[in-house]
């Protein structure tokens, strides 16, 4: 008897519309793919030549010291543009976990800790860092002057290579940049919902897998979720202390946002610099007026939840391995280890089960169809 | 002679503000009067207050949080005075949705006063 109430009980739950305000709520997540907006910063962003020097050098591994890695190496196309592991490696092991490229010209900070404030210059850490690419703007530079087919092709985009070897580098950066804002996901199962409920398609909204509904339901409901996983790209693009243990290993820790603002505001590369191609530097607000905060320690940029069942392992530091696991963490948080001065948000959510399941069938629906990235196919020699 | 001490009793220490160029929200205090203008909000996205203080006071800076968070805005904003009592705020952004509280805090005559608005964003 129990149990054919239960079941009677669901069926009715499952049936009840949304709210209004849930609608409202659902519908601010889409519509998805946005428009296509260039980067003033970036004065080739959506330049189609530059987008192709910009796919060569991605996957060109003799930009680095050892001539075995390249942007590739970590950012997989096949994995959604990341690797699979908990931390990255290039040429050494890297403290974070590598995040995904998909989407990523909607971001207004790139990296875990946001310590810059655009594509183009967030592609110089990685061609720098020891750890993973050890290269130079020598040697970047070099490349560029002396390859008969990139050089050509640098020509057709920038024109003469300049006599300086830093601004080679950041032309390289900026095609790298251009290449990268065309990894944007496909529809998912969410977003055919998300349209029919806002048309009022009831044949649409049927399609929806029931749990995957219901998962959303907690996640606009009492997970409040969306507070932080905002918009078309579930994401609000900013940094938050979510609980996940500071350590890298004993003794030494990441301090994540608070380090990455000192970092942005030291770069000469940012957009206050004189790289930014944006000279009424509109881009520039975010870097202007940020400010560094006490509570900055142990923030991580909340990062955009599509394709998200194609990323694991999951947080800065990819130390959970599975969907199931994220959503374990955020039923169990303690309390006690967020910041006694931060935010009150996050509370242990307590699911059970069945709604553990749920939300987990919900992320699984904001993925799309499959991975859209097809290499194009080498044109003839540059001439 | 009656009539006008009554005319001043009646009317309020703040007289209202006016910011020229379209519809105004307005905040009022015993002895301040705020009219402020602003964009749309949007989650996530940079917007700029402008706003009259009445009468002109020595300063004022404009700031936000969100009080049952416990947290303020990952930007500070930077006011600039335009002439007459007239603002511009620019930097500010709200990060979540939920309900912020502007704050404009108006030095004058040596005493700070401070007015506050709610804000929901959805």
């Not at chain 1, 739950?13 to 889409?30: K, N, P, T």
């Not at chain 1, 959970?320 to 039923?331: C, G, I, N, Q």
């Not at chain 2, 805005?73 to 509280?101: C, I, Q, S, T």
Request: aromatic share 8%; glycine share 8%.
């Amino acid at each position: 008897m129990r149990f054919w109430f239960g079941l009677l009980l669901a069926a009715v739950q499952s049936a009840q519309a949304f709210s209004d305000a849930e609608v409202r709520a659902i519908a601010s997540h889409g519509p998805w793919p946005p428009a296509f907006r260039a980067d003033p910063s970036n004065r080739v962003s959506g330049n189609p030549q530059a987008i192709d020097l910009g796919e060569r050098l991605f996957f060109e591994r003799r930009l680095s010291a050892d001539g075995e890695q390249s942007c590739s190496r970590c950012h997989l196309p096949e994995r959604n543009w990341t690797d699979g592991e908990q931390r990255a490696r290039g040429i050494a092991l890297v403290d974070r976990n590598t995040p995904s490229l998909s989407n990523v010209r909607l971001q207004r900070w790139f990296g875990w800790d946001g310590a810059h404030d655009s594509l183009w210059s967030q592609a110089i850490r990685p061609i720098l860092d020891a750890k993973e690419m050890g290269s130079s703007a020598a040697r970047v530079a070099k490349l560029l002057r002396a390859d008969a087919d990139l050089s050509c092709r640098y020509r057709k985009v920038f024109g003469p290579p300049a006599a300086q070897d830093e601004k080679l580098l950041v032309d390289a950066v900026k095609a790298i940049a251009a290449f990268q804002e065309t990894m944007t996901s496909g529809r998912s199962a969410f977003d055919d919902f998300r349209d029919a409920l806002v048309k009022g398609d009831k044949a649409g909204v049927a399609n929806y897998p029931e749990s995957a509904r219901r998962g959303l339901a907690i996640f606009i409901g009492r997970g409040s979720c969306n507070t932080c996983h905002v918009g078309p790209a579930f994401t609000n693009g900013e940094f938050h202390d979510t609980g996940i243990p500071f350590f890298i290993e004993p003794g030494r820790v990441d301090p994540g946002r608070r380090e990455g603002i000192k970092k942005l505001l030291a770069d000469r590369f940012n957009l206050l610099g004189p790289y930014n191609d944006d000279r009424k530097q509109s881009t520039a607000t975010g870097t202007k007026h940020v400010v560094l905060e006490h509570r900055n320690f142990g923030e991580f940029k909340v990062p955009s939840l599509r394709n998200l069942a194609l990323t694991a392992p999951y947080m800065h530091n990819g130390r959970l391995e599975t969907l199931r696991e994220v959503v374990d963490h955020y039923s169990n948080i303690s309390p006690d280890r967020l910041h006694s001065d931060g935010e009150a948000i996050l509370k242990p959510l307590k699911l059970g089960e069945g709604e553990s399941k749920d939300l987990v069938a919900f992320l699984e629906s904001l993925q799309d169809g499959g991975n859209n990235y097809r290499r194009v196919a080498l044109a003839a020699d540059c001439r | 002679m009656k009539r006008w001490l009554l005319l001043v009793l009646l009317a309020p220490a703040a007289q209202a503000c006016e910011l020229p160029g379209g519809p105004v929200q307005s905040i009022n205090s015993a002895n301040v009067a705020i009219a402020y203008r602003m964009a749309p909000l949007r989650v996530g996205e940079h917007f700029a207050v402008e706003f009259a203080v009445c009468p002109a006071p020595d300063s004022v800076t404009l700031d936000a949080w969100m009080p049952d968070h416990r947290h303020g805005m990952n930007y500070k904003p930077a006011v600039a005075a335009l002439g007459g009592g007239r603002y511009r705020a620019e930097g500010l952004m709200f990060h979540m949705p939920g309900r912020w509280e502007l704050v404009f805090e108006v030095r004058a005559g040596g005493r700070t006063e401070r007015l506050a608005q709610s804000v929901r964003l959805e």
